[in-house]
């Protein structure tokens, strides 16, 4: 199946700092998700991205689906943005997501 | 609107025993799916239903049944609970297959014993 690779695995910000996170993937895919799991478990739907920039606030995505990657940008960045991001994409003709291992993020004050 | 709620959040099963997870959205989506995260394999798909009356396999779907009586409602069971699974289970819809946006409910944390 579709292999879903996200780095850095860990990360550790300062508040203020900005950061980005990569997710690459081994196949086309039909479309690409983004997600943030909070400290509570809670998973929050970011940005649906199968190509382009979307931006929401101080987080913005892009997905260069031609290149198979696509990178999370969050500025600016605050302690409630801590948790884990997960990357999803779908290949095309199939039906389900593959979710990478995520992007587990602490920002400290 | 309440989304996607998952009844119940914690429960405790000694091995062999059965029990039935619940999830409804009033969101009248179509697609709806089962994961299981556990630490180190990330989110795996159990089963999913892409409209009222139908159930697909996922990738781990052994162990588990589900069925789809409602469009709102979609059922997770678990006939002869094994300790092997212990995990977190989401419930998640969207509105277009795959391809939509999915939402996901707040987990439901079952540990077998």
């Known amino acids: 199946g579709i292999q879903v690779e996200q780095s850095p695995p860990d990360l550790i910000l300062q508040e203020g700092a900005n950061s980005t996170l990569r997710c690459n993937f081994s196949?086309?895919?039909?479309?690409l998700q983004w997600f943030h799991q909070n400290p509570w478990g809670q998973l929050i739907n970011l940005f649906y991205i199968p190509s382009g920039t979307k931006q929401n606030g101080r987080l913005s995505a892009t997905t260069v689906a031609t290149e198979r990657y696509s990178l999370l940008y969050i500025s600016s960045s605050q302690t409630t943005d801590s948790g884990v991001y997960f990357c999803a994409v779908d290949r095309r003709g199939n039906n389900r997501l593959a979710f990478g291992k995520g992007n587990q993020v602490v920002v400290i004050p | 609107n309440a989304g996607v709620t998952q009844t119940p959040k914690f429960r405790v099963l000694k091995t062999g025993q059965s029990m039935t997870l619940l999830c409804a959205q009033d969101?009248?989506?179509?697609?709806m799916y089962w994961y299981r995260q556990d630490p180190g394999l990330g989110l795996r798909l159990i089963h999913y239903?892409?409209?009222?009356?139908?159930?697909a396999k996922g990738e781990v779907p052994d162990g588990y049944n589900v069925s789809r009586l409602k469009k709102q409602n979609f059922l997770l069971g678990l006939e002869s609970a094994a300790p092997s699974q212990t995990s977190v289970y989401f419930c998640a819809s969207s509105s277009h297959q795959v391809t939509g946006e999915l939402f996901f409910g707040e987990g439901s944390r079952l540990t077998v014993l």
């Open positions: 969101m009248n989506h179509e697609y």
């Open positions: 239903s892409v409209g009222e009356g139908t159930t």
């Open positions: 196949d086309s895919v039909n479309n």
